[in-house]
């Protein structure tokens, strides 16, 4: 039971992180919204993404237990740009912590 609550404790805990960090800043951005929304689809990068329509796809997650060696593997439903997060982050950072 408590490593079950443990896991779901982690899961929570990196949500959050992921949503804090996708959280909007104060600034309005400035960039211009198109009239259609399909205006700004990249059809070559989707697929090199390997993105479904919806711009997700899925992913394995592998969760090591703290002191053993365990490992669980749990599948995963998210955008397919999560790899290009990185990239992304560098390009718009000025300074590093």
Known sequence: MMKR???N??????LM???????DSEK?????V???ADALFD???AKG??????GMRSYVIAFLQAGLLALELHSWYGSAAVSQI???HRRIQAKKP
Request: aromatic content about 6%; hydrophobic content about 50%.
């Open 17 to 23: 992180m992921i949503a804090v960090g996708c959280a």
């Open 43 to 45: 059809e070559a990068l």
């Open 34 to 36: 198109p009239e259609r």
């Open 49 to 54: 993404l390997r993105a479904d329509q919806y």
């Open 86 to 88: 990185a990239e992304a």
């Open 9 to 14: 404790v982690t899961l929570v805990a990196v």
């Open 5 to 7: 609550f443990d896991r």
């Open 28 to 32: 309005p951005r400035t960039a211009e």
